[in-house]
Structure formats: structure tokens, C-alpha cells
């Protein structure tokens, strides 16, 4: 679809965006007001915005297999496709509801779906057969809602060659660019991931390493709380260096971008097996927020060098000590909320997509060549129509 064969309607109308991310905390779901009148004047507007949680259970077998767990059968995970698609369409249907806005005035759903594997470089490590698999069945979401829905967004760029990851960096370029200053969006979901940007010049995107991930699977392990609410159990222990030093020497976070990963690759085996197995709780879970805070300080000094501002979202907002650590790292540059810049830090990932489905809709590109490394700007997305 050319530029000028865009409908007005998606040019300028309402959209929902949906994820789950990698700490599958709960289904996050944003209506979104997006309005263009020219290529320069992209006003977006969040309307509604909520996070509905999992069923237990569901969520429990989600985090085990985005850990790198198997699926029992073929049935259970063609069940489990259906069961997130379902629990994909309450959420949508329940925050349009929220807003008060009747369903035939959206102009459509851009739906991410639950990791449960991501294979940039192939199961085997070896660079063939690379995959990025979420589910949570696009049909049904269309089917329930009675709303077109896009899905299926990081697929195409990896079959062009990228990682496919993250997807968001275009939409912060779009919306949080700043010709005046080099800065740059740290999102601090399961895993990290910055977005680059430069006053002038590419944007750049990666993901650094673990940012909630670990810090959520011990405290649960050992608590039974899914977070630590505002760092305390970190900031109750100490950093165990040594820890630390066998932490930052996993190889992957020597790679250069473009790169990205997920909570099959940082999960609590991976944990264990650099454990001397005497550690005490708390200390464990200072040491993981402590690596946390370097892997994000060492990417942006190694990338960006130059970046003076850092505009955060993402759960690990509401972490104060996590917060404090890598600014502590990272002297002179000003840490701050998305919401400063008129974005709600909790929903930003949620308004991406609902932005990504525009651009499939406007046939536009969703990636970026200086951040999955594909070998061309692609259309993301797969359209089921209601």
C-alpha cells in the first residue's frame, strides 16, 4: 500500500496494543488515539491503558516454558495458542470497555503475544533455522473482539536476516527523538533494551541483558512475592563480587549489536550453575541487580558514549534501588521517566504495538535496519481481518 492509499482511518484513529512480556506479569493493554497530518506531526494519545493478570496456572506454565521448559505434547501447546489468544481478547475487550468506546471505532488490534522461544541464531546456536515464536491465536483475538488484528510482527524481519528484536525503537525514534540532544530509552522489562538517539544520525537499538527477569524468578523462588517491591530485598544485601565477576563473564554480553535475548537464555539454571551454592538470599539478589545496572551502564558507554539523558520505562521504573544503581554507573547523565516526555513508562511497550499495527495497516515499515540487522525495511505483521 502506497503512502498516498492510506485510510484516513488509520491515519488518524484508535488502536490497541497489546503484550506480554518477558517476566509474563500480566497482559498489558493500551488504547491508543493516534492523529497524522503530516510526516512531520505524528500525535499519539493514550486513552485507556490497563494490565489484566494471568491465571495463575497459565502464567506459571507460561514462565516455565519462555525458561527454556518443553512442551509436554503438541496438544498442549496448540491448547495453550488458543488460551492466550483468549485471554489476549478479554484484555482487549476489557479496556475498550474501560474507556467507554464502542468496539467499531477501533480501527484495529496489534497484538505481540507471549514469547515462549526466541532463536535469533537457531536452535542450535549455528546461525540456521532462526526462529522467534509468540503465541496467543490472532484468530481468536479478531473472532472474540470482532476488531482486525495484526500479529505475528517479528517473524518477517527475521526471515530478512534480523533478530527480529526489539521491535519498540521505531516507535521511540517516532515519538521521543530530540534533534537538540543525544539521548536515549533504556526499557526495563524482563530484559533490557536500549533505544539510540542520536540528535542526528541512525537510531540504534539492543538488548543488554537481564533487567527484571532474574531479580523477579529468585525473589519468587525464595519469597513467593513475583517482584521486589521497590529493591528492598536487594538493597538488604550486599554485593558479592565474586558473584558478579562470574555473572559478567557470560560471552554473550561481549556481542556486538545488533543482538537480543530473552528468559530462555537468563533463567535461574543459568543462575545456578555460577551459584557456589552458600550464597545468602539477599546478597544473591543485590548481586543480580547489581548486574542488572552494569550490563546497562557498560552497553550505553560502549554505543552511545555521548548520551546525557536516559528516559526509562518498563516495570523496573518502580524500582528505586535499581534506579539509583545505574545512574550510579552512569555520572552525568540524567535518568528519568518516559513520563516526563508525555508517555506512561508502565504502557509504552503496549502503545508500540498498537503503533506497529498502524504501520502495517499505512503499509508502512516496522523495523529497523541499525537495530535488528535485517536486510531491508519489511511491512511487520499479519492481518486477520474480523
Known amino acids: 500500500m502506497q503512502r498516498g492509499d492510506a485510510p484516513e482511518r488509520a491515519r488518524a484513529g484508535l488502536f490497541v496494543g497489546l503484550?506480554?512480556?518477558?517476566?509474563?506479569?500480566?497482559?498489558?493493554?493500551?488504547l491508543v488515539r493516534f492523529d497524522e497530518h503530516d510526516d512531520d506531526a505524528l500525535r499519539c494519545e493514550l486513552v485507556h491503558a490497563l494490565t489484566a493478570p494471568w491465571e495463575p496456572a497459565l502464567r506459571a506454565r507460561l514462565v516455565d516454558l519462555g525458561q527454556g521448559g518443553d512442551a509436554r505434547s503438541l496438544e498442549e501447546l496448540a491448547t495453550l495458542d488458543v488460551q492466550v489468544g483468549e485471554a489476549f481478547a478479554a484484555a482487549t475487550?476489557?479496556?475498550?470497555?474501560?474507556?467507554?468506546?464502542?468496539?467499531?471505532?477501533?480501527?484495529?488490534?496489534?497484538s505481540h503475544g507471549q514469547t515462549v522461544r526466541h532463536r535469533p541464531a537457531g536452535a542450535a546456536f549455528d546461525g540456521?533455522?532462526?526462529?522467534?515464536?509468540?503465541?496467543?491465536?490472532?484468530?481468536?483475538?479478531?473472532?472474540?473482539?470482532?476488531?482486525?488484528?495484526?500479529?505475528?510482527?517479528?517473524?518477517?524481519?527475521?526471515a530478512a536476516g534480523g533478530q527480529g528484536a526489539p521491535l519498540v525503537p521505531a516507535f521511540h525514534a517516532a515519538l521521543l527523538h530530540d534533534s537538540a540532544e543525544d539521548r536515549a530509552v533504556l526499557n526495563l522489562g524482563g530484559i533490557a533494551n536500549f533505544t539510540l538517539l542520536?540528535?542526528?544520525?541512525?537510531?540504534?537499538?539492543?538488548?543488554?541483558?537481564?533487567?527484571?527477569a532474574l531479580l523477579d524468578a529468585w525473589c519468587?523462588?525464595?519469597?513467593g512475592r513475583p517482584y521486589d517491591e521497590g529493591g528492598a530485598l536487594a538493597a538488604s544485601g550486599r554485593i558479592d563480587g565474586a558473584l558478579l565477576a562470574r555473572l559478567l563473564d557470560e560471552p554473550w554480553f561481549a556481542q556486538p549489536p545488533p543482538k537480543s535475548s530473552g528468559r530462555e537464555h537468563f533463567h535461574l539454571d543459568w543462575l545456578a550453575s555460577r551459584l557456589r551454592g552458600d550464597e545468602a538470599v539477599a546478597d544473591v539478589q543485590a548481586t543480580l541487580l547489581e548486574l542488572s545496572?552494569?550490563?546497562?551502564?557498560?552497553?550505553?558507554?560502549?554505543?552511545?558514549?555521548?548520551?546525557?539523558?536516559?528516559?526509562?520505562?518498563?516495570?523496573?521504573?518502580?524500582?528505586?534501588?535499581?534506579?539509583?544503581?545505574?545512574?550510579?554507573r552512569l555520572p552525568g547523565v540524567a535518568i528519568e521517566s518516559t513520563a516526563a516526555h508525555g508517555l506512561d513508562p508502565d504502557f509504552v511497550e503496549a502503545m508500540?504495538?498498537?503503533?506497529?499495527?498502524?504501520?502495517?495497516?499505512?503499509?508502512?515499515?516496522?523495523?529497523?535496519?541499525?537495530?535488528?540487522?535485517?536486510?531491508?525495511?519489511?511491512?511487520?505483521?499479519?492481518?486477520?481481518?474480523?
Not at 503484550?19 to 493500551?30: E, L, N, P, Y
Not at 519468587?220 to 519469597?223: A, F, P, Q
Open 352 to 386: 508500540a504495538f498498537a503503533w506497529l499495527a498502524r504501520q502495517t495497516l499505512l503499509g508502512r515499515p516496522g523495523n529497523l535496519l541499525a537495530v535488528t540487522g535485517a536486510r531491508g525495511l519489511r511491512v511487520l505483521g499479519a492481518l486477520h481481518r474480523a
Open 293 to 328: 545496572a552494569a550490563t546497562i551502564a557498560d552497553a550505553l558507554r560502549a554505543t552511545q558514549p555521548t548520551t546525557r539523558r536516559v528516559l526509562a520505562c518498563g516495570g523496573g521504573v518502580r524500582n528505586p534501588a535499581l534506579l539509583a544503581r545505574i545512574g550510579a
Open 198 to 212: 542520536p540528535a542526528s544520525g541512525d537510531v540504534r537499538g539492543f538488548d543488554t541483558g537481564p533487567a527484571n
Open 128 to 158: 540456521r533455522y532462526p526462529f522467534s515464536w509468540q503465541i496467543g491465536d490472532a484468530s481468536v483475538i479478531a473472532e472474540r473482539t470482532g476488531i482486525d488484528t495484526v500479529a505475528d510482527f517479528r517473524r518477517r524481519d527475521i
Open 220 to 223: 519468587l523462588r525464595h519469597t
Open 19 to 30: 503484550i506480554s512480556g518477558t517476566s509474563a506479569d500480566g497482559i498489558d493493554a493500551a
Open 93 to 110: 475487550r476489557e479496556v475498550i470497555d474501560g474507556a467507554g468506546v464502542e468496539a467499531a471505532r477501533i480501527v484495529a488490534v496489534g
